[in-house]
């Protein structure tokens, strides 16, 4: 992969020490095109992955794939909107997978559910949810090792009942910590 | 590959480590007095009288290399014995500090370049951040500034546009031949540059944040070195005094030299590897990296260098005032032949072949210097100022001021950037020790980094 080779010289070119800490900031919401960061519920109940036409989620290139991360930090904040005639309410959930699993909706291949919660948008409202998540060694290990893997994908579910409304992606970040000198032991 | 590295090891250690500058001279930013200590610059000065404005005899100690071992975070022994040591959380151990000291082995390094300087009070380790978003990559300190990234060591146009202008000799043997000619044996090594940088676009992106379509983000690797022995043959007189109105009678020197230089090892190198936007200004996570470059080398064995150049000089001297003007490669020629690997952008193995560099006509290399002795009613001063073209135009101005067996010096110039310089000597009964306060700007992390430099003169 041409972005590891890349930011692999950019890492030697930086030198540093070994306690020195490199922290990745990917701004997932960049790689989703303006037009595509609202999703529209329609009328029923069901359950909805967002974004991912074909429930594999969306795929962030994490330039590094190394054992070398001790932590991150995944924050995801949208708001939903109410545009139908009858109180729209649910439940959501941030999937997460490794780059090999193209469903990231099926518990089954290496995709994993967190950061849960409900709503309940009244009629005509709107209400902002968030999903911020701290990944280490003693929380969401799970999670981070699937960021360890390098490249992964994520999406949201949502779970609803309503008469129409929309969800629109306000922030998406994903940070990871690493020490590159525990690559050397 | 091996070879090459092997070359720039033995180049480094040889060259790298030869290449120096007199300590008094860096006490002066830099400034080459009139005297035979310049006739390599202008070669007039070999029949100078010696000790007029003072000489720089002392031998340079390494004591960068003393900096290296004392100071934990640039102490790479441990490692030796345990790999793990170096690289485990609390080691001290900082590249920077270390690449910082090892780049300059003859000065001891006050406060060397860190990776503390990205130290985030509020996790108490160095941070460094880097933002990838789809139209590009920031890489920053934990505030969000963009960190320059720029490593050099040497000069990377160490070898001039004209191949026949060889280094400096790290030493000479002189013979005198009498009839004011002479003959003089060196051993060259140096020339020696790497430099490790970003190219333009890349540099722009990286502070901007923003991605073109279709252009090439590259890493710029480049090197040079060369080692050889050379042989000159030289003639420099004094001609008749020449009557300056108002002044006095004014000494006159001319000389010329002839110099031949049998290469032994030669590398020129200039690479960069880099990624490719498509046309929305993404990288295209499929697209391999692109090598582009050439590496020229010879080794013994492996081809070799010769080539000969004249260089010729003129000083003139009233009243303990000198100026002179040396050219070295008035006329040269010179030809290597060597191993060339080449990458055209579309593999990233080298199409290998033997090549040859050379290089022949007017390139001339420029020294203008001028010094003059001012008594004054305690202790004596020298004043004095030099300017030069070779690869660019440096120069510097600065004095000496002596009182008893005390030398005190300070100087200012340019040179690749500013530099200043501040020294202090003491003359002894048949020794000398000079030293000198030297600065560059640390690599990396930016801010200005303070040496010192030392050299013993011995005398029997």
């Known amino acids: ?79 939903l909107s109410n545009t139908g005639n009858s109180t729209f309410s649910g439940s959501y959930e941030l999937r997460l997978a490794p780059e090999s699993d193209t469903n990231v909706n099926d518990n089954a291949g290496g995709d994993i559910g967190l950061g849960a919660g409900s709503f309940s948008v009244p009629v005509g409202g709107t209400q902002e949810i968030s999903i911020n998540l701290t990944l280490s060694d003693t929380q969401n290990k799970n999670a981070l090792d699937i960021i360890k893997g390098g490249a992964f994908r994520v999406a949201i579910r949502v779970g609803v009942s309503s008469s129409g409304g929309t969800l629109a992606l306000n922030q998406g970040r994903i940070s990871v910590t690493g020490r590159p000198f525990a690559v050397i032991k | 590959m091996n070879r090459v590295l092997t070359i720039l090891v033995i180049t480094l250690g040889v060259g790298g480590f030869g290449f120096t500058q007199g300590v008094r001279s860096l006490g002066m930013a830099g400034l080459v007095l009139p005297g035979p200590a310049a006739a390599y610059l202008n070669p007039a000065y070999a029949a100078f009288p010696a000790g007029l404005y003072g000489s720089d005899t002392g031998f340079q100690l390494p004591i960068g290399l003393l900096g290296l071992v004392l100071r934990p975070e ?123 940088s970003p190219n333009d676009k890349l540099r722009q992106a990286l502070q901007s944040g923003g991605l073109e379509p279709n252009t090439e983000y590259a890493l710029i690797l480049s090197g040079s070195a060369q080692a050889g022995i050379s042989v000159a043959f030289g003639y420099a007189t004094r001609l008749p005094d ?20 049998y290469g032994l090892a030669y590398l020129e190198g200039n690479g960069s590897v880099g990624v490719q936007t498509n046309a929305q200004g993404q990288f295209d996570p ?61 593999s990233s193995n080298p199409i290998s072949g033997q090549s040859e560099r050379s290089s022949f006509g007017f390139v001339p290399a420029f020294f203008l210097n001028a010094a003059t002795r001012l008594p004054l009613e305690v202790g004596a001063l020298i004043v004095g100022g030099d300017l030069g073209y070779e690869a660019s135009l ?51 992390v930016g801010n200005t980094v303070f040496g010192i430099a030392l050299s013993l003169g011995l005398g029997f």
Request: glycine letters at 14%; one cysteine or more.
């Open chain 2, 286 to 346: 499929n697209q391999p990296p692109v090598y582009r470059g050439s590496v020229f080398y010879t080794i013994p064995g492996n081809g070799s260098g010769f080539g000969a150049r004249a260089d010729i000089g003129v000083a003139m001297e009233s009243q303990g005032t000198t100026v002179g003007l040396g050219i070295r490669n008035a006329l040269g020629f010179a030809r290597w032949s060597g191993t060339e690997l080449r990458w055209d952008g579309t």
């Open chain 2, 394 to 444: 440096f120069g510097r101005i600065g004095g000496e001021y002596s009182l008893g067996p005390a030398r005190i010096r300070a100087g200012l110039g340019f040179d690749n950037g500013f530099r200043f310089g501040l020294g202090a000597g003491f003359v002894g009964p048949g020794f000398t020790i000079d030293t000198a306060l030297t600065t560059h700007r640390a690599p990396i």
């Open chain 1, 1 to 79: 992969m041409p972005r590891l080779t890349f930011i692999a010289l950019i890492l030697l070119l930086a030198g540093c020490s070994a306690a020195t800490r490199y922290t990745i900031n990917v701004n997932i919401l960049s790689f989703i095109p303006q037009n595509q960061r609202t999703l529209t519920i329609p009328s029923g109940s069901g359950s909805l992955l967002f974004p991912g036409a074909n429930q594999e989620g969306l795929l962030v290139p994490l330039p590094i794939g190394l054992d070398i991360l001790e932590r991150g930090q995944i924050l995801v904040v949208a708001t």
């Open chain 2, 242 to 261: 020449v009557p300056i109105p108002d002044f006095g009678p004014a000494k006159l020197y001319a000389g010329t030299r002839g110099e031949a230089f």
């Open chain 2, 74 to 196: 640039s102490n790479p022994l441990p490692a030796f014995s345990n790999l793990s040591s170096l690289t485990n959380e609390n080691s001290p151990f900082d590249v920077l500090t270390f690449y910082d000291q090892f780049s300059h082995p003859f000065q001891f390094l006050i406060n060397p370049a860190s990776s503390k300087a990205f130290i985030n009070p509020n996790t108490g380790y160095p941070e460094i951040q880097i933002e990838v978003e789809a139209t590009g990559i920031r890489v920053t300190d934990y505030q969000g500034n963009p960190i320059q990234l720029d490593l050099g060591l040497g000069t990377p146009t160490g070898v001039g546009s004209s191949k026949a202008l060889t280094p400096s000799p790290i030493f000479r043997i002189p013979f005198s031949l009498g009839s004011n000619l002479y003959l003089d044996f060196g051993l060259y090594a140096g020339g020696f540059g790497l430099g490790l």
